[in-house]
């Protein structure tokens, strides 16, 4: 079976506006709508949509796993209703003051390397679209190529770095 090529997606400042810290309402899951279109044009291109995303908060006990799943689920239907399907959430559930040291959280590339072996994608020709430098180190650990942005910059200003 051919290999599949994937563009990941960091969540908040990406998908959805940055509000400084982790989102912890869904009220304040604010999806930004200016990357329907980017987004929708690298489907049709055939990359996979896949979003990866350090959810500590979680682990400090600010929001539940349940409060976490609405908002995914808020986001793949709003993306779903574009006809934009983002294939999978991962998130790192985890936080170093709480849990020590966990290989899923970025800059740790587990996350990324579950989805590489699961969708069987071919990482030298997909990418990792992030706001923090972890992002791009996560990916690069999983031999992807990290694309840095600005907190809710459109992904439109780097789509010719998607070749
Ligand atoms: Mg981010
Ligand atoms: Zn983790």
Same mark, same amino acid.
């Given at each position: 079976m051919e290999k599949q090529k994937v563009v990941f997606l960091d969540r908040d400042?990406?998908?959805?506006?940055?509000?400084?810290?982790?989102?912890?309402?869904?009220?304040?899951?604010?999806i930004l709508e200016h990357n329907f279109e980017p987004l929708k044009k690298l489907q049709?291109?055939?990359?996979?949509? !896949?979003?990866?995303t350090n959810q500590g908060g979680l682990a400090k006990g600010w929001y539940?796993? %349940?409060?976490?799943g609405k908002m995914n689920k808020a986001l793949k239907d709003t993306y779903a209703e574009q006809g934009i399907e983002l294939i999978e959430v991962y998130y790192c559930n985890h936080h170093?003051?709480?849990?020590?040291?966990?290989?899923c959280r970025k800059p740790g590339s587990m996350m990324l390397e579950k989805a590489?072996?699961?969708?069987n994608i071919d990482a030298s020709?997909?990418?990792? !679209?992030?706001?923090?430098?972890?992002?791009?180190?996560?990916g690069e650990a999983a031999g992807v %190529?990290?694309?840095?942005?600005?907190?809710?910059?459109?992904?439109?200003?780097?789509?010719?770095?998607?070749?």
């Open positions: 400042g990406v998908l959805n506006k940055e509000m400084g810290d982790y989102v912890c309402r869904l009220e304040d899951f604010i049709e291109r055939g990359f996979l949509l !896949i979003v990866i539940s796993e %349940k409060t976490l170093p003051e709480y849990n020590g040291k966990c290989l590489i072996g699961r969708f020709k997909s990418y990792f !679209i992030g706001d923090r430098e972890r992002d791009v180190l996560a %190529k990290g694309i840095l942005i600005e907190s809710d910059q459109p992904i439109s200003d780097v789509m010719e770095q998607i070749t």
